[in-house]
C-alpha cells in the first residue's frame, strides 16, 4: 500500500528568546488532508510555533520537513512557495488600501499597473466560492473588525495554498459565519488541503478537527491525539491542567439605580452611513445589560458614543449628567471605564510597557504624577500591585504590550480600568480570541464589578457569555434596538429570530396567536 508523506512534520523544535524559551522541543505532526487543531492557554506557544512553520521566526534547533522534505525557510516567502498560508490571529493589513490591494500585496503579479476591476472581480468570485463576503472597494480603516478578519482568510485562500494555518479565524465572526467556515474548512480538506487550527472555542475543535495537539507552556502535553472520545471538559482539562468551571455562578441580586440612560441615540460609522438609529435604553447600578447582535449592527459605534470617542445626536446621560459628544477625558471623570473591542490599538499602546498602559487614566494624579511628570518608581509600584493581583504573567512591569499574549492583554486592560473603581464599565467583545482559562478569569472579574454596584454595558457576540452573565439581554439590528428581555426569559430561538431583524412585540404575538 503507497504512503504518502505528511503534509508537515515539525520535530523537536525549539525556539528561544531572550529571557524566554517559547517552544520546548516540540512535535507536530500534520497529515494530508485534515484538520488539526493546536490548542493551549495563551501564551502556551502556538503562536510561536506557527510563526516558525510560516517562515516569520527560525527555529533556535529543530527539523521542519513539508512533504516530506527538509525546509529551511528564511522568509515568509519561502513558506508561500512551500504552499503554506497563514491567518493572523493580529490582522496584517495596510489600513489606507481596499480590500483588493491588501490580498494583491506582495504577489509578484501585478507588478507596474493593477487592473483593479479586473481582481475585483476575481476576489468577488472567490467570496462567492467561499461565502466570505466582504465589499472589496473599501478602505481597510473602513471595514469592521469582523470584515478586516475575512480579508485576512481571503488573501490566504487566493495564494492557493495547500497548507492553511488559521490563527482563532473564528474570534471574530458571527455564529453564522463560524458555521460556514466550518464547511469551508471541511470542503478544503476534502479537495486535499490540510488545515493547522489554532482555537480557544472547544465546541468548534469537537465539530471540525480530526486530531489535537495540545500545548502548555511551550511543551507539548498531547500530541496528535485523536478527537474522538473527546469531550470539553477533557480539552479543558488537557489544555489548561485543571478542571475549568464552563457555568459561572452568577448570584441574584437587586439592580440599584440609573447610571447610564440613552435616549434616541443617532450616530454614522465610518463610511458616513446610518449606525445608531433611535437607541434608548438604561443601565442600573449592579446590573450587566448585555447587547447581542451580528457584527457591524451598530453595537461598535454604540460603544464608542458613550465614551466620547465618536460624534452623535441624542442623549447620553452617566450619573445625571449629560455627556454626548463630549470628550473622552470627561467620561473618565465621570467614572467610564471602557475595554475596547480592539485591544491592540484601542485598549493598549503596543510599544509602551506594561507601566506606562497601566497608568494612562491615572497618570496625572498623585502618587503617580502632578500634572506635569510622572514618579516613575510609583508607578512601577503600582503597575507591579495590578500585575501581582490580576495575575498579568509577563517577566516584568517593564515588559512592553505588544509582547503579551492576547489573555495577559485584556488582563492589563481591565486591571487598569477597575482600579479607578468606575461607576460604568463598557465591555466590547471581552473574551474574543481568549482561551477557555482566560475567558473563565476574565468573567469572573465581570461579575465582581457586578457585585461591587458597577453597571456593567456587556456588548459580546458570543451567545453563550450574554446567557450566562447578563441579567438582562438587548439585541440590535441595523442600529435598532429589537427588544429587551429579562436574562431568565430569553432563549436562543428568540433571540436568534430578533438578531435576524424580526422585534420582540412581533414574536411575543406570533407565540400568543399560536394554537
Not at 16 to 26: E, T, W
Amino acid at each position: 500500500m503507497e504512503t504518502h508523506p505528511n503534509a508537515v512534520e515539525m520535530k523537536d523544535i525549539v525556539i528561544r528568546f531572550p529571557g524566554v524559551l517559547a517552544n520546548d522541543h516540540v512535535n507536530l505532526v500534520l497529515k494530508k488532508g485534515e484538520i488539526h487543531a493546536l490548542l493551549g492557554e495563551n501564551g502556551a506557544g502556538k503562536s510561536t510555533l506557527m510563526n516558525a512553520l510560516a517562515g516569520l521566526y527560525r527555529p533556535t534547533s529543530g527539523i521542519i520537513k513539508i512533504n516530506g522534505e527538509v525546509a529551511d525557510f528564511h522568509s515568509p516567502r519561502d513558506a508561500i512557495a512551500c504552499g503554506i498560508g497563514m491567518v493572523h490571529q493580529h490582522f496584517m493589513l495596510v489600513p489606507t488600501q481596499t480590500a483588493t490591494e491588501n490580498i494583491l500585496l506582495g504577489l509578484s503579479t501585478p507588478r507596474f499597473h493593477i487592473n483593479l476591476a479586473k481582481y475585483d472581480e476575481e476576489i468577488l468570485a472567490l467570496q462567492k466560492q467561499y461565502g466570505l463576503y466582504v465589499d472589496v472597494k473599501s478602505k481597510i480603516w473602513q471595514l469592521s473588525v469582523g470584515e478586516q478578519q475575512r480579508v485576512e482568510i481571503l488573501k490566504t485562500l487566493y495564494r492557493g495554498a495547500e497548507i492553511l494555518i488559521l490563527d482563532e479565524p473564528t474570534a471574530v465572526l458571527a455564529p453564522q459565519e463560524i458555521d460556514e467556515l466550518m464547511a469551508t474548512m471541511r470542503s478544503l480538506v476534502d479537495q486535499g488541503k490540510s488545515i493547522i487550527f489554532i482555537s480557544h472555542k472547544l465546541h468548534e475543535v469537537e465539530q471540525v478537527a480530526d486530531r489535537i495537539t495540545v500545548l502548555r507552556k511551550g511543551v507539548v502535553t498531547a500530541e496528535g491525539i485523536d478527537i474522538a472520545g473527546l469531550d470539553k471538559r477533557k480539552l479543558a482539562q488537557l489544555m489548561v491542567g485543571r478542571d475549568v468551571v464552563f457555568d459561572v455562578e452568577r448570584t441574584a441580586q437587586k439592580p440599584g439605580e440609573v447610571v447610564l440612560s440613552v435616549r434616541d441615540l443617532q450616530a454614522s460609522n465610518n463610511k458616513g452611513v446610518p449606525a445608531l438609529r433611535g437607541v434608548s435604553f438604561d443601565v442600573h447600578a449592579g446590573e450587566i445589560l448585555g447587547f447581542a447582535g451580528v457584527a457591524g449592527n451598530g453595537q461598535s459605534e454604540l460603544a464608542e458614543c458613550i465614551t466620547g470617542l465618536r460624534a452623535c445626536r441624542g442623549q447620553i446621560t452617566i450619573d445625571g449628567r449629560d455627556l454626548a459628544n463630549a470628550p473622552p477625558i470627561l467620561a473618565i471623570k465621570n467614572g467610564v471605564a471602557h475595554v475596547p473591542e480592539d485591544r491592540t490599538h484601542v485598549g493598549t499602546a503596543p510599544n509602551l510597557s506594561i507601566t506606562e498602559n497601566s497608568i494612562m487614566k491615572n497618570y496625572r494624579e498623585a502618587p503617580i504624577g502632578n500634572g506635569v511628570t510622572i514618579n516613575r518608581s510609583n508607578a512601577r509600584i503600582y503597575a507591579r500591585k495590578l500585575k501581582e493581583s490580576y495575575g498579568i504573567l509577563a517577566p516584568g512591569v517593564r515588559t512592553l504590550a505588544r509582547k503579551l499574549s492576547g489573555g495577559n492583554l485584556q488582563k492589563v486592560i481591565l486591571a487598569r480600568e477597575i482600579s479607578t473603581d468606575p461607576k460604568l464599565m463598557v465591555a466590547v467583545q471581552p473574551t474574543r480570541g481568549l482561551d477557555v482559562g482566560a475567558i473563565e478569569a476574565i468573567q469572573r472579574l465581570l461579575l465582581e464589578q457586578r457585585s461591587t454596584g458597577t453597571a456593567v454595558l456587556l456588548i459580546s457576540e458570543e451567545l453563550e457569555e450574554l446567557f450566562s452573565l447578563s441579567d438582562r439581554i438587548a439585541v440590535i439590528f441595523h442600529g435598532q434596538i429589537m427588544g429587551i428581555l429579562p436574562a431568565e426569559d430569553a432563549d436562543i430561538d428568540t433571540v436568534g429570530q430578533m438578531m435576524m431583524g424580526t422585534r420582540l412585540e412581533e414574536i411575543e404575538q406570533e407565540q400568543e396567536a399560536a394554537p
